[in-house]
């Protein structure tokens, strides 16, 4: 494990770093805006090259060195931020930038995500995914529980431009570890020459999808996580205006929700890895999903803050079940060496919701539920009683009518038996490359 401990901690510190300029850039583009719509559309953004660049990233992944990849997803973010920094110490930073950045950001962050989770199968033994997936889930809830605080500290004293100078630091960081370990590359499972013709390319690319073709199972579990991808999203997306305008722009209050949410986070990793998760992974994923939702509706209908921040931490402990019991079994059933284009393509197939949710999410909560649910508004007369009325109600209404429907679909895989049996069913021989 000591490899993926020295990565484990260059990449906690880069994720740092990062989850307070989201924090930062998310306070500052509502506080020039004051809408929505702006914050959900830099989720869209982020979003949309990944996919696009999924299917490549796959086979790259495969084919060439890990490491190199991870450090050039590294560099790339750290150039990014000092573009940034340009643009706001000369007084030119607009939120066209945050989206241009975002999109940057996204393609080669997706490549550096997507190395490291298939170097993990080469680094650590099968008996262990669970326990390093749980420490992933730490990672970023413990980058929840600092990142707000520190953020919001910083953001008063130095502004946005000394959040961005902190994750300079922190990138350097993770590129001085990934310098220290080895990353084994995947031992090739065919020794057939490497052809540079169209079809071959194209079988390269489509590796990922025609291995998961084979499998019934794995594709009714992908259709679960594509409708969870999506509900997640939309209510992603509206979860921090939501916070800010029925806090009266606060942002200590969105900052002590993702605090206690990434503490939750951090009780739920280290029984996961402690523990190694229930012996049916499939319970966490589903089970984990409802009690997330669940925490979701109750914040929507929360009025005071201490109800807020008993929910996020509630929310927050129960959501590194699903990430951590989801990808034990990924990695359970897909050979190392194969696991860049299989991993890409589960991706691919999960996440192409994700920005659908989040476009549709903001326009929804500023010309649908938030004039619906206006003092006076036929809406309101209805449901005022429940989540108020005013600023940030009628997203209330929205996050708590997604939710509602992602709870419905967590409980209702239990009724499929393919899903509830995707642990035990027979893998097919893969498609020859």
């Given at each position: 494990?000591?490899?993926?401990?020295?990565?484990?901690?260059?990449?906690?510190?880069?994720?740092?770093?990062?989850?307070?300029?989201?924090?930062?850039?998310?306070?500052?583009?509502?506080?020039?805006?004051?809408?929505?719509?702006?914050?959900?559309?830099?989720?869209?953004?982020?979003?949309?090259?990944?996919?696009?660049?999924?299917?490549?990233?796959?086979?790259?992944?495969?084919?060439?060195?890990?490491?190199?990849?991870?450090?050039?997803?590294?560099?790339?973010?750290?150039?990014?931020?000092?573009?940034?920094?340009?643009?706001?110490?000369?007084?030119?930073?607009?939120?066209?930038?945050?989206?241009?950045?975002?999109?940057?950001?996204?393609?080669?962050?997706?490549?550096q995500q997507l190395a490291y989770s298939a170097?993990?199968?080469?680094?650590?033994?099968?008996?262990?995914?669970?326990?390093?997936?749980?420490?992933?889930?730490?990672?970023?809830s413990g980058s929840y529980v600092i990142a707000?605080?520190?953020?919001?500290?910083?953001?008063?004293?130095?502004?946005?431009?000394?959040?961005?100078?902190?994750?300079?630091?922190?990138?350097?960081?993770?590129?001085?570890?990934?310098?220290?370990?080895?990353?084994?590359?995947?031992?090739?499972?065919?020794?057939?020459?490497?052809?540079?013709?169209?079809?071959?390319?194209?079988?390269?690319?489509?590796?990922?999808?025609?291995?998961?073709?084979?499998?019934?199972?794995?594709?009714?579990?992908?259709?679960?996580?594509?409708?969870?991808?999506?509900?997640?999203?939309?209510?992603?997306?509206?979860?921090?205006?939501?916070?800010?305008?029925?806090?009266?722009?606060?942002?200590?209050?969105?900052?002590?929700?993702?605090?206690?949410?990434?503490?939750?986070?951090?009780?739920?990793?280290?029984?996961?890895?402690?523990?190694?998760?229930?012996?049916?992974?499939?319970?966490?994923?589903?089970?984990?999903?409802?009690?997330?939702?669940?925490?979701?509706?109750?914040?929507?209908?929360?009025?005071?803050?201490?109800?807020?921040?008993?929910?996020?931490?509630?929310?927050?402990?129960?959501?590194?079940?699903?990430?951590?019991?989801?990808?034990?079994?990924?990695?359970?059933?897909?050979?190392?060496?194969?696991?860049?284009?299989?991993?890409?393509?589960?991706?691919?197939?999960?996440?192409?919701?994700?920005?659908?949710?989040?476009?549709?999410?903001?326009?929804?909560?500023?010309?649908?539920?938030?004039?619906?649910?206006?003092?006076?508004?036929?809406?309101?007369?209805?449901?005022?009683?429940?989540?108020?009325?005013?600023?940030?109600?009628?997203?209330?209404?929205?996050?708590?009518?997604?939710?509602?429907?992602?709870?419905?679909?967590?409980?209702?895989?239990?009724?499929?038996?393919?899903?509830?049996?995707?642990?035990?069913?027979?893998?097919?021989?893969?498609?020859?490359?």
């Open positions: 494990m000591q490899n993926f401990l020295i990565v484990w901690l260059g990449q906690f510190a880069s994720l740092l770093g990062s989850e307070m300029t989201s924090f930062a850039i998310t306070i500052w583009a509502w506080e020039v805006t004051q809408q929505a719509t702006p914050l959900s559309l830099i989720l869209v953004v982020s979003q949309i090259p990944r996919l696009l660049i999924s299917p490549f990233a796959g086979v790259w992944v495969d084919t060439f060195s890990r490491q190199r990849l991870m450090l050039i997803g590294d560099s790339v973010a750290g150039i990014s931020t000092v573009l940034l920094l340009v643009l706001l110490f000369s007084d030119n930073l607009q939120i066209w930038h945050l989206y241009a950045f975002g999109a940057l950001n996204g393609l080669f962050g997706y490549i170097s993990l199968s080469l680094i650590v033994e099968e008996q262990h995914y669970t326990r390093v997936a749980a420490l992933e889930s730490l990672q970023l707000p605080a520190a953020a919001g500290a910083l953001y008063a004293i130095a502004g946005l431009s000394g959040v961005l100078l902190f994750d300079l630091t922190t990138f350097g960081c993770a590129v001085i570890t990934l310098s220290l370990v080895c990353i084994p590359s995947p031992q090739p499972q065919s020794l057939q020459a490497q052809t540079n013709d169209a079809s071959t390319f194209f079988q390269k690319i489509t590796f990922g999808l025609r291995y998961l073709q084979n499998r019934p199972s794995l594709i009714i579990f992908l259709s679960f996580l594509l409708i969870g991808s999506f509900i997640d999203s939309a209510s992603f997306a509206i979860l921090p205006a939501m916070v800010l305008a029925r806090s009266n722009n606060d942002s200590t209050v969105w900052g002590t929700l993702l605090a206690f949410f990434g503490a939750g986070g951090l009780i739920g990793g280290a029984l996961i890895s402690a523990w190694g998760g229930p012996k049916r992974q499939i319970h966490g994923v589903m089970a984990g999903s409802a009690f997330w939702k669940i925490g979701l509706i109750v914040l929507a209908l929360a009025q005071r803050t201490t109800l807020k921040i008993g929910t996020a931490l509630f929310s927050g402990f129960c959501s590194p079940f699903p990430a951590s019991c989801s990808q034990t079994i990924w990695r359970k059933q897909v050979d190392p060496a194969l696991q860049g284009r299989v991993f890409s393509a589960q991706f691919l197939l999960t996440q192409i919701a994700s920005p659908v949710g989040a476009a549709i999410a903001g326009p929804l909560a500023d010309r649908v539920f938030e004039p619906a649910m206006q003092p006076n508004a036929p809406l309101a007369k209805v449901l005022g009683s429940l989540f108020g009325t005013g600023l940030g109600a009628g997203m209330a209404v929205q996050l708590a009518l997604f939710s509602t429907c992602g709870l419905a679909i967590a409980l209702g895989g239990y009724g499929i038996r393919q899903l509830r049996d995707v642990e035990i069913r027979d893998v097919e021989t893969p498609p020859v490359e």
